[in-house]
């Protein structure tokens, strides 16, 4: 691994949708990666609905139980092949291709909490990410409070759709500081 003072090449985008916001006990139900570069360009990218079993559907905080009934993901939950395990080697494995020995930037929107999810359920991918991390929710509290600049986003909670607004957002934001 690189030592701290190296400047990063690529971000790593992720995106978690929970059973809940509690990382020692709820579970990823659903994750979205988008590799860029500092430009924003996809250079990769990944999604996967994770079947968990009913026990785990069911103990779904009322929030997201109805917020992912209604998005379709419960039902996508249930029907879904692609086990915890099978996504957390294909999420390591896009790291390793794509960052090498490089320790990977994690960045997305409010990304503490899909972070604090990563080291409980997912440690293996976490040994691969760097301790610093780009909250675009940071740009998003200068930029209103100091700037009264504001984005809108769609509020779908869909992993692969919150990246995607995660990425424009900041880039809005990066834009409106250039001008």
Known sequence: MLDKNTTPTKLLWIDLEMTGLDPQKDRIVEVAVIVTDFNFKKLDEYQAVIHQSDKVIKSMNPWAASQHSASGLTAKIRSSQVTEKDAVKYVYNLIRKNFGEEQAILAGNSIYNDRNFIKQWWPKVDGLLHYRMLDVSSFKIIMQAKYNVEYLKSDN???????????????????????
Request: aromatic residues 4%.
């Open 157 to 179: 909670h869909r992993a692969m759709g919150d990246i995607q607004a995660s990425i424009d957002e900041l880039s809005h934001y990066i834009n409106k500081l250039k001008s």
